[in-house]
């Protein structure tokens, strides 16, 4: 068996970035990938998305017009009571556009640094905090503003409608299909599991207790 102690943080660089931990980041990143917190692919992977953030600052109040940024139709075909979303991208960006809709719908961010009325729930296989909406719709919708491969321009990524609370197990794979995309601009303002996978995800566990792996 690892001892525990190994599991310490080397994340190098900035301790933060626009509110961000790198700490947290790495803890929500491991189980993303499957991977210890201290592990170099999530390592990597956390000082990249760092990196990044000023690119997503330069674009969070650049917005492309409707004709122009994909999934507008879609957003409009949906017409959510109820948008369901995750720090991903560019969450100014997503404020904007669905407060220009005839009837805005509220915005529930699952992993917001306020955990009012957060609850607990398995997410990527383990139970974390995620704030969830507390109410009944029929058309809640699954969206992020993300940023375009190049970082010039902005797109909407938009799926459902979901019937809530009815098809939970839905809309939770469609935030993790979400998160999963895009986890290079995922960038959670607090951690949403009570600790890494190291410690709580099962086949992390399992792996680390087998014996020394490609952990580093």
Known sequence: MLDRLTTRLRLGGPPRHDGVEAETLALNYSYVFHEPSWSETVQRAAQANLASQRTTDALKHRLSSKDRMLGMASLGKIEPEIVLTAHVGAPAALQTITSRRPEPPAIVAVDSATQ????????????????LPNVSSERLAVVA??????????????????NWPEMKAEVIAALEDLIRDYVDQWRPRRAVWPAPAEELLPEVVSRLDSGPGDAR
Request: no cysteine; proline share 9%.
């Open 116 to 131: 009012t009325g957060a609850s607990q729930q398995v997410f990527f296989r383990a139970p974390g905090r995620l704030n």
């Open 145 to 162: 503003v993300v940023v375009r491969p190049g970082g010039a321009e902005l797109d909407l990524i938009a799926t459902g409608p979901f």
